[in-house]
Structures are given as structure tokens and as C-alpha cells.
């Protein structure tokens, strides 16, 4: 936030321009205890709160239904482990729970069951884990892809210890039915002799009061593709059961082949490589990437959220003396890419310069966050975005014009910020439990008008005019 002050709920609101229906997000940053589910109208009225549920993600389901973790690992002995994953109804009973991916015993604890999941799941019968016509995630049965971590060594990447990023499918009864690790795909993912060096050096190696490991790709989302015309027209590199996923550190989205385990599409690390990746530019530190499902606008191509702030692996520059995290951009973008040609078909965010390129007008949106964020494409074209360090969930139309803003208001003193994950939007439907609310316009304020009580107003005490020698 550029200022100190500031109002928090929902600050603008245009009923008739947005695609209206219930958000949820989680209050609090997932490494912390105490972690809080929250769904919100589009006034910004609380509907519900399931206290106890960590959201790395939050997301809800149909029936009011709802899918977080209820416990962390001790971080003294691992970074964002959440120990399990579970699905509550609307009063918070446990109706899912699935823990059992590695039995760890921790310095002065007790043999624990964890699935270590992290930053991303996606439940059968939806993609996207987001609302997509005709595409109900299953509340009852079916299959759970989850991203988790695993520590390993891998002299191909480094003689340190690694926290790899692992996907794995479970079934409802909990049964692991696969299980795809991404060291082992390292020689796929491209990268030069000098990044190479560098990560062998440090891979992004964190230091926890009791440990050290090298977060190396951080993932932060995966999910399916999903049927798109693309594999229609006999483009085999997006087989609908195929998964595509986004490294942070590594600046790399990818494309996993199901049955094989072979990545079949990226972008980066080279964000130079060929015309088209240059004009595309540098992807830095994405969060969120995936295939926009059937059913929405935009459909099959690729969506996410680019952090800019700094990520990578490469030679030092002034802004990293070591090579790690060489790439930096102050400003975010959200791209909406082709994936076969890596043209962008739509951005918003432009780092305050005016976006001139391909005859578009001048944005007037501003993003930043360089950490955490997503992004939602909404059934009538809209777009929903968290922009995670702030807190600031914004719908803004193909034309960039934002017509709702929600700050959240859920301050954690310890980071210090308001800072949400990720936040998705459902349709009212998918909570029977209550009635569809009251949906209240909020024009947008002026604030060169806007004044904190107490404060000098518009109209000063006295005006002097500068008179011409």
C-alpha cells in the first residue's frame, strides 16, 4: 500500500459490471498458527469463518463445503509443511482428511504422519480449483492432486540439502496412486552452465533455527489442463490429463506429461532465447500459472500472475552479488499467453508506463506484489486478482477498468501486513446455507476530496497568487 492509512472491506463495487457471487480467502499468512478461512460477499460482509483452517489455499465446494490444512509443521524443522490437507463442511466438521505422504520424526517430537502439502490441490472434476461452468469439483469421491515437498540430494543440482517440490495424486480412501518428483526432471528444464554454478552453490538455501535446505524451484501451484482445442487439433504437448505448474525461484512455468513424467512445454529460464520469448519478457517469480478451462473466456490459453521483485539463478549483478535472485523488475503484470506461439493475448499491469504496444490504450491499473498473488478468469471475461502482499483482491474488466476492490482487513501483526495468499470467487449457488445477499453499490471515492476527520480540508485558510515581475 502506498500509504499508512488506509480504508480496508470493500472499497469500490459496480454490481452490474462484475460477475457477482461469494470470495473466499484465508486471513492469515499459512506459516502462521491460528490461521483463519473467511468467505465474503461483495460488500465485503463476512458469511462465514472457519477458525482453525489454514488456507495455502483456501478453496470452497459445492454444498458449502470448504478445503484447507488444520496444523503446520514446527518450523524450527520445515518451511510451509502443512501437515495435512482436509475438506469441512459449513459448520467445520472434518467430512476428508488425507496426512499420510512421509512419516517424519522431528528433533523432540513425536513419529508424525504428514502430507507436507504446499501452495496448490486441485480435487477431481475441476481443474482449476476455481468456479468453471460445468465443471463441479467432486464434494463425495474422487482423486486429489496435491503439490508437496520432500528433502533429497541431488548432485546434478547441489551437494546441499534440497526441498524438492513433489505432485502427488491420492484417491479418496487415501491411497497414493502416483507420485512425480521434480529433481529428477532437471536436466529438462534448461538452464545454462553459469546458472548451474550458481545453484550449485546456493539453492536458495533457507536457514530455520534448526536446519538448512535449498528451496531450489519452489513451486507454488499446479493443475490439470483439462480438455482445450489445442490437443483437438493433435497438439499432443497438452493432453487434457497433462499437468502445468510455476516455479517461482526458477522463473519457469512447465508443462508435465502425465504418463511419461516429461516436461513437454516451458517457459524459461531463458527469457531470450528467440523472438518470441523477447518480446514476451522476463517472467519473474510467477505464481499461479494454468491452462484457463472449456467453459470461460480465454479458453486454453495460459494464465499468471508475473511477481516481478527478484528470482532466478545466474551471474551477479548489482542487485545480487551471488547470482542468486539476478532477475528483478519493481512491478507486476498478469499475462494472458497463447501457448503455442507465446504471444500475449492480454495483460494488465504495466509498471506505471504507459502500454501503448499493439495500438492497446494507456492502463490505469497498477499491481505489485512480489510474493505470493493469483489470478481468476471469471465466467463474463472479468478477471480476479489477489494481489497477495497487500492484501488487495481486484475484478477488473477485459478493459481495465476495476470495478470491485476489497482490501483486507485482517492485519498480522508479525508479518505485518494484511497479506492474502490467494482468493477465488464461486457462484452464490455453491452456499445453500444461506440466502443470496444484498448487493449494495460503492461508487468509487475521490481522493483528492477524501479526508481523514480532523484534517485540513479542500478549502485553505488563505491563497496567495504569485504575481509576474
Not at 463442511?89 to 517424519?104: A, L, P, S
Not at 523472438?275 to 519478457?281: E, I
Not at 516481478?308 to 547470482?323: D, I, K, T
Request: glycine letters at 10%; one cysteine or more.
Amino acid at each position: 500500500m502506498p500509504s499508512s492509512v488506509y480504508p480496508t472491506g470493500t472499497t469500490i463495487y459496480d454490481p452490474q459490471k462484475c460477475w457477482n457471487g461469494y470470495t473466499v480467502f484465508q486471513s492469515r499468512m499459512p506459516r502462521f498458527p491460528r490461521g483463519i478461512a473467511v468467505l465474503i460477499d461483495m460488500n465485503g460482509n463476512t458469511v462465514n469463518q472457519w477458525k482453525g483452517l489454514h488456507g495455502f489455499p483456501n478453496k470452497m465446494l459445492p454444498g458449502g463445503h470448504i478445503m484447507g490444512s488444520t496444523s503446520i509443521r514446527n518450523t524450527r524443522y520445515g518451511y510451509q509443511d502443512m501437515l495435512d490437507l482436509v475438506q469441512v463442511d459449513w459448520d467445520g466438521n472434518i467430512v476428508w482428511r488425507f496426512n499420510k505422504y512421509e512419516r517424519i520424526k522431528d528433533p523432540r517430537q513425536k513419529p508424525t504422519w504428514m502430507t507436507r502439502q504446499h501452495h496448490d490441490y486441485q480435487r477431481e472434476g475441476n481443474t482449476v480449483g476455481y468456479y468453471v461452468p460445468g465443471m463441479e469439483p467432486s464434494v463425495d469421491k474422487g482423486n486429489t492432486i496435491i503439490l508437496c515437498h520432500k528433502n533429497l540430494k541431488n548432485s546434478q543440482i547441489s551437494e546441499k540439502l534440497l526441498q524438492d517440490d513433489t505432485i502427488i495424486e491420492v484417491t479418496w480412501d487415501g491411497n497414493i496412486v502416483w507420485e512425480w518428483v521434480c529433481s529428477q526432471h532437471f536436466d529438462d528444464l534448461g538452464f545454462d552452465e553459469t546458472a548451474r554454478n550458481t545453484m550449485a552453490r546456493n539453492p536458495m538455501v533457507m536457514r530455520l533455527s534448526k536446519w538448512e535446505v535449498g528451496d531450489w524451484m519452489h513451486m507454488n501451484s499446479v493443475s490439470v489442463l483439462g480438455p482445450n482445442k489445442w490437443y483437438e487439433q493433435g497438439d499432443e504437448r497438452f493432453h487434457p490429463d497433462n499437468l502445468i505448474w510455476s516455479g517461482r525461484q526458477t522463473n519457469i512455468l512447465g508443462i508435465t506429461d502425465k504418463k511419461t513424467g516429461n516436461i513437454v512445454w516451458k517457459l524459461g529460464p531463458d527469457y531470450t532465447a528467440t523472438p518470441a520469448l523477447v518480446k514476451l519478457g522476463w517472467i519473474i517469480g510467477p505464481h499461479h500459472a494454468h491452462m484457463i478451462p472449456r467453459g470461460l473466456p480465454g479458453e486454453g490459453n495460459i494464465l499468471v500472475y508475473d511477481n516481478g521483485g527478484a528470482a532466478g539463478y545466474g551471474a551477479p549483478n548489482p542487485g545480487s552479488r551471488n547470482g542468486v535472485s539476478n532477475a528483478l523488475r519493481d512491478y507486476s503484470r498478469v499475462l494472458e499467453i497463447d501457448p503455442t506461439t507465446l504471444e500475449v493475448v492480454w495483460k494488465c499491469g504495466s509498471g506505471g508506463m504507459p502500454d501503448r504496444a499493439g495500438g492497446r490504450p494507456m492502463q490505469t491499473v497498477r499491481i505489485y506484489s512480489s510474493f505470493i498473488s493469483s489470478v481468476q478468469r471469471l465466467p463474463n471475461g472479468n478477471t480476479l486478482i489477489t494481489e497477495g502482499r497487500s492484501g488487495r483482491l481486484i475484478e477488473v474488466t477485459p478493459a481495465f477498468e476495476i470495478v470491485w476492490e476489497y482490501v483486507s482487513p485482517y492485519l498480522d501483526r508479525r508479518l505485518g501486513t494484511s497479506a492474502v495468499y490467494r482468493a477465488y470467487r464461486l457462484p452464490y449457488q455453491w452456499v445453500p446455507q444461506v440466502g443470496k445477499p444484498l448487493e449494495k453499490a460503492i461508487p468509487r471515492l475521490d481522493n483528492s476530496e477524501f479526508r481523514v476527520p480532523g484534517s485540513v480540508t479542500k478549502s485553505a485558510l488563505k491563497t496567495s497568487t504569485v504575481k509576474q515581475p
